[in-house]
Nanobody, 122 residues
Framework: QVHLVESGGGLVQPGGSLQLSCAVSGRIFSILAVGWYRQAPGKQRELVAS???????NYADSAKGRFTLFRDNAKNLLFLQMNSLKPEDTAVYYCYSFLINADGPQSPEDYWGQGTQVTVSS
């Protein structure tokens, strides 16, 4: 089984920083893409940042210049460094991976973490 587990969420004051982590575990043949999404109360889930393996990272306009997605490929870890946080960044953040499970079908599939709450408030 492949699992994605996020950590690092919490309460932070406006202007503060948080780093989210996502551990991808299981027998993985290949990770084709990763990303972070978020969902605020009453809103649809939206893309924050995504990266196709070997290519550049895409950021939502709201995240550009403040958030950075980076990976530790050797350890199958995904990170989201969030700086200059604003109250409107409050949401549940989900990590995502499009990967080929070594024990599953040979075609890539979507996998999601359970989410981690980020609250930006004074």
């Amino acid at each position: 089984q492949v699992h994605l587990v996020e950590s690092g969420g919490g309460l932070v004051q406006p202007g503060g920083s948080l780093q989210l982590s996502c551990a991808v575990s299981g027998r993985i043949f290949s990770i084709l893409a990763v990303g972070w999404y978020r969902q605020a109360p009453g809103k649809q889930r939206e893309l924050v940042a995504s990266q196709t393996t070997g290519r550049s990272t895409n950021y939502a306009d709201s995240a550009k210049g403040r958030f950075t997605l980076f990976r530790d490929n050797a350890k199958n870890l995904l990170f989201l460094q969030m700086n200059s946080l604003k109250p409107e960044d409050t949401a549940v953040y989900y990590c995502y991976s499009f990967l080929i499970n070594a024990d599953g079908p040979q075609s890539p599939e979507d996998y999601w973490g359970q989410g981690t709450q980020v609250t930006v408030s004074s």
